[in-house]
């Protein structure tokens, strides 16, 4: 499902809520954090905002607006939409009994954990982060 196919027009016949209230909807959850079925009369229905919702997930809608908001803070601070370099780091996150024989250990820091590489672009946004299993006996 793509970007466009999740945001349909908002005058189609089978559309009950306005698409701004139905983020609005979204909005209010994400906010106070409250359960999906507890909120203001004014908004949708829960299960209209529910649904809506993962169809923009599923269709990558929320992804494809931070992509544009980065490559226009770009563009404004830098004056070019891709970044010009990059910056790697790793950290070690700390191992739980949760995580059991995942976690490894780290012979350059001295700690057991997975270890998370991060890429960061100039002006600090995200590239991917990934975590990698430390296995025992092998130092980075």
Known sequence: ??????????DA???????REVCNGLRWVVRT????????????????VSQQTRRWLKAGVFEAIVHDL???R??????????????????TRPSSPESGARAGYDGYKRRKGS??????????????????????????
């Open 1 to 10: 499902m793509g970007v466009r196919r999740a945001l349909r027009k908002e």
């Open 13 to 19: 016949p089978q559309r009950d809520h306005s698409l």
């Open 33 to 48: 954090g409250a359960e999906w079925r507890v909120r203001p009369h004014d908004l949708p229905p829960w299960d209209t």
């Open 70 to 72: 980065r490559r226009l």
């Open 74 to 91: 770009r563009e404004v601070e830098e004056g070019a939409p891709e970044p010009r370099a990059a910056i790697l780091d790793s950290r």
């Open 115 to 140: 270890k998370v590489p991060l890429a960061v672009d100039t002006l600090g946004h995200l590239f991917e982060q990934r975590q990698h299993i430390i296995k025992k006996g092998k130092e980075d």
